[in-house]
């Protein structure tokens, strides 16, 4: 590291002391996020908007900013950090991404360490943003990888997740409780916009229970023996705990970030053979180069699914109701 960058890093240092030093001092209303701590949305109160000035909201993830856009509609601006075949769990935020949460009033997150640069993020950003993670009030399962193990015999530290499994949004009602949450936070920061929020809430609302819906009767057609699930990571505990399946085991056990040692990649290869399982399920944020040699060795099948991330322009995978259809239906085939 050069000099240069070292003086520059000491001055970032002190402007976010100084940061957090005034905002300590002015800091009388309760929607500043600069001690970086999750913000309950019953303490929200509304901000101050200009005529004609829109509420700035930020989403981390454009699975959650699709949700926010749902509710917000064209009332609010809002700006979604990762694009689309961005992995949330390894994701850097960059210099515009720091300034659009600094101007903005509200950060939505999902929440429970998925996001694993996010504190980060919103003390670097400074800014009077409220930090809205849209998970609160979900009921977590335990994190990937905990499955099995003997209380406090596995290292927390030794991946990036909390206390608890992120992938909250594989299973509709989880997604229904973000939709709340998003309503009620913009309700609470922009008021003059409650009637028009709250359509937009329950109309929604209504596509996801026929979304919910619909999921039970598509994984209802697998016979019962075949409703097992192998995936690059564990993704699907909510769905498999929603919707009657299992979630075998992953070619990546806890997260994509920690590579798997050869006996859990044995294991899971015993463990394919054992139930007869006919597919790898990878998704298109992470590579799929060790899935791939899995599926190769036990002579079984790679499917791709969306699953931290939409699909791009055409992928059929550009919504959330979207993306659950897609991979519900390429699940469904798959295990039949
Ligand atoms: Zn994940």
């Known amino acids: 590291m050069t000099t240069k960058s ?18 300590a001092c002015g800091s009388t209303g309760s929607n500043t996020a600069n001690s970086g701590n999750e913000q309950s949305i019953a303490g929200l109160q509304p901000v101050s908007l200009g005529p004609g000035e829109k509420l700035q909201a930020v989403a981390t993830t454009n699975i959650v900013g699709d949700v926010v856009r749902n509710v917000g509609g064209d009332r609010i601006a809002l700006v979604t950090l990762m694009n689309t075949g961005v992995d949330p769990h390894t994701f850097v935020p960059t210099p515009s991404d720091t300034a659009a949460v600094h101007d903005a009033h509200v950060v939505f997150a999902n929440g429970a360490g998925l996001e694993a640069h996010l504190q980060e993020l919103l003390e670097s950003a400074g800014g009077n943003a409220a930090e809205v993670h849209v998970s609160q ?8 990888g905990d499955a099995g193990q003997e209380p406090g015999s596995e290292d927390l530290d030794s991946h990036e997740e909390e206390d608890a499994d992120p992938h909250v949004w594989f299973s509709v009602p989880n ?4 939709t709340r949450n998003i309503e ?7 008021p003059g916009n409650a009637g028009y929020y709250a359509d937009n809430a329950r109309a929604y609302i209504g596509e996801l229970e026929a979304l ?6 598509q994984v209802d057609t697998i016979p019962e023996a075949h409703r097992k699930l192998v995936t690059n990571h564990p993704v699907f505990g ?4 929603r919707y009657g399946l299992e979630q075998l085991g992953a070619v990546y056990p806890i997260s994509p970030s920690s ?12 463990t394919i053979q054992q139930y007869d399982v006919p597919a790898v399920f990878t998704e298109d ?9 899995v599926a190769n060795d036990t002579g079984i099948e790679l499917v791709p699914l969306y699953t931290g991330s939409l699909g791009g322009p055409g992928s059929g995978a550009e919504s959330y109701v979207e993306l659950m259809r897609y991979d519900v239906t390429a699940i469904v085939e798959a295990l039949q």
């Open 6 to 23: 070292e003086r520059l890093l000491a001055l970032l240092g002190v402007a976010l002391l100084l940061g957090t030093l005034l905002a």
């Open 137 to 144: 009030g979900i009921e977590f399962l335990p994190p990937p």
């Open 175 to 178: 997604v229904i409780q973000w």
């Open 184 to 190: 009620h936070t913009l309700v609470a920061l922009d």
């Open 212 to 217: 919910d819906a619909w999921i039970q009767e």
């Open 238 to 241: 909510y769905f498999a705990d």
């Open 259 to 270: 590579s798997p040692s050869a006996q859990e990649v044995a294991a899971l290869q015993e």
């Open 285 to 293: 944020t992470v590579n799929p180069r060790l899935a791939q040699q």
